[in-house]
């Protein structure tokens, strides 16, 4: 078996030891070499062409992103960034995911070394997700879409969305060409608290509906976007003839708290026909049984294709199952968000 070759660059002698330990007590992967600051990283990369790059985010001599750019522009690979968990942290974050990192670990922020070595599976998981990614050129980075003309639409009619490794950017791709009289859109995607506070603001500068955290008990609106807050389960529920959020801190489901499948779940309970399904990038297997649930309480479901999609975990999990309707590249998935809940709005008022 051909190991995942991996270089560690971190300003953190202690972290540097500690990737080196977790990644390497896994057979199928190694660290080849390890960097102090991107200067020295540019030449180690050269020299042994890693596989996946885990990139810390504040460095000397060259922070991350500046660094990161650079790296997709003129060399493309693999990256894994590692981030405090902070709210600073958290948009440096979204914004080297923007650029072309895959995914990211966050740095616990006390007991550095225990807490790294608790999840150490999921830093070896994530490796792997990213060493199986396709990275683009920086200046290959898609061009948002134009605006979406805005049909009339059903206010029963709703979306649920499921997204994980590649998602933010999957999401904001998604999100951005929609008008403001969309259909209420409810989100899980894989990301930890203190998180997706600032992806949610983040998306609702870029878009033309309004974005938020959910919040327990609120209302679902149409032209708003509820994002599961990364340490809670989000469910859709009832209130007489309202649709309302719920969340829940229920243990993870398939390792995830917030879980798609959970969300995907209520939906086909509360919502059946009314809602459509849509899962998006990302690895592992969660939201596959979720998307079939829906599909078979007569919700109309979507998959992104392998080719758009960065990582083609989940999806591949739902299309195996039979739980898309229909499997799409990524930019037709807005488009046909709009024409299945413009012809549900036509249907209803027949």
Same mark, same amino acid.
């Given at each position: 078996?051909?190991?995942?070759?991996?270089? #560690?660059?971190?300003?953190?002698?202690?972290?540097?030891?500690?990737?080196? *330990?977790?990644?390497?007590?896994?057979?199928?992967?190694?660290?080849?070499?390890? @960097?102090?600051?991107?200067?020295?990283? !540019?030449?180690?990369?050269? !020299?042994?062409?890693?596989?996946? /790059?885990?990139?810390?985010?504040?460095?000397?001599?060259?922070?991350?992103?500046?660094?990161? +750019?650079?790296?997709? !522009?003129?060399?493309?690979?693999?990256?894994?960034?590692?981030?405090?968990?902070?709210?600073?942290?958290?948009?440096?974050?979204?914004? @080297?995911?923007?650029?072309?990192?895959?995914?990211?670990? +966050?740095?616990?922020?006390?007991?550095?070394?225990?807490?790294?070595?608790?999840?150490?599976?999921?830093?070896?998981?994530?490796?792997?997700?990213?060493?199986?990614?396709?990275?683009?050129?920086?200046?290959?980075?898609?061009?948002?879409?134009?605006?979406?003309?805005?049909?009339?639409?059903?206010?029963?009619?709703?979306?649920?969305?499921?997204?994980?490794?590649?998602?933010?950017?999957?999401?904001?791709?998604?999100?951005?060409?929609?008008?403001?009289?969309?259909?209420?859109?409810?989100?899980?995607?894989?990301?930890?608290?203190?998180?997706?506070?600032?992806?949610?603001?983040?998306?609702?500068?870029? #878009?033309?509906?309004?974005?938020?955290?959910?919040?327990?008990?609120? !209302?679902?609106?149409?032209?708003?976007?509820?994002? @599961?807050?990364?340490?809670?389960?989000?469910?859709?529920?009832?209130?007489?003839?309202?649709?309302?959020?719920?969340?829940?801190?229920?243990?993870?489901?398939?390792?995830?708290?917030?879980?798609?499948?959970?969300?995907?779940?209520?939906?086909?309970?509360?919502?059946?026909?009314?809602?459509?399904?849509?899962?998006?990038?990302?690895?592992?297997?969660?939201?596959?049984?979720?998307?079939?649930?829906?599909?078979?309480?007569?919700?109309?479901?979507?998959?992104?294709?392998?080719?758009?999609? /960065?990582?083609?975990?989940?999806?591949?999990?739902?299309?195996?199952?039979?739980?898309?309707? *229909?499997?799409?590249?990524?930019?037709?998935?807005?488009?046909?968000?709009?024409?299945?809940?413009?012809?549900?709005?036509?249907?209803?008022?027949?």
């Amino acid at each position: 078996m051909e190991k995942i070759r991996v270089l #560690c660059v971190d300003d953190s002698a202690l972290i540097r030891d500690l990737m080196r *330990e977790i990644i390497n007590h896994h057979p199928d992967m190694e660290v080849v070499a390890v @960097a102090p600051d991107p200067i020295v990283a !540019r030449d180690l990369i050269k !020299r042994h062409n890693p596989d996946v /790059l885990t990139l810390d985010v504040e460095m000397p001599r060259m922070d991350g992103l500046d660094f990161l +750019e650079r790296l997709m !522009r003129l060399r493309p690979m693999p990256v894994l960034m590692v981030s405090s968990l902070t709210q600073a942290g958290s948009e440096i974050t979204l914004r @080297a995911l923007e650029l072309g990192a895959v995914d990211f670990i +966050e740095k616990p922020s006390l007991g550095i070394r225990s807490g790294m070595l608790d999840y150490s599976e999921l830093i070896a998981e994530k490796i792997r997700a990213t060493a199986r990614s396709r990275p683009r050129r920086a200046n290959e980075t898609r061009i948002s879409p134009p605006k979406l003309k805005a049909p009339i639409i059903s206010s029963e009619k709703l979306v649920i969305l499921g997204a994980s490794t590649g998602g933010t950017e999957a999401i904001r791709e998604v999100l951005s060409p929609l008008p403001p009289n969309s259909p209420a859109i409810l989100i899980a995607q894989h990301m930890p608290g203190g998180f997706t506070l600032s992806f949610a603001e983040r998306l609702n500068r870029l #878009c033309a509906v309004t974005v938020k955290e959910g919040e327990h008990g609120e !209302r679902v609106l149409p032209g708003h976007v509820y994002i @599961a807050p990364g340490d809670a389960h989000m469910l859709l529920a009832r209130s007489g003839a309202n649709y309302v959020i719920h969340l829940d801190q229920g243990p993870p489901v398939n390792r995830h708290r917030p879980s798609v499948d959970v969300l995907f779940r209520s939906a086909a309970q509360h919502a059946g026909r009314n809602a459509i399904g849509v899962l998006l990038t990302g690895m592992g297997k969660d939201g596959a049984g979720g998307l079939l649930a829906m599909r078979e309480a007569g919700a109309h479901t979507l998959a992104q294709d392998q080719d758009t999609s /960065l990582v083609f975990g989940m999806p591949r999990e739902a299309i195996a199952l039979g739980a898309a309707t *229909e499997v799409l590249p990524l930019d037709q998935v807005a488009p046909r968000l709009m024409a299945l809940a413009a012809a549900s709005g036509r249907a209803q008022r027949v």
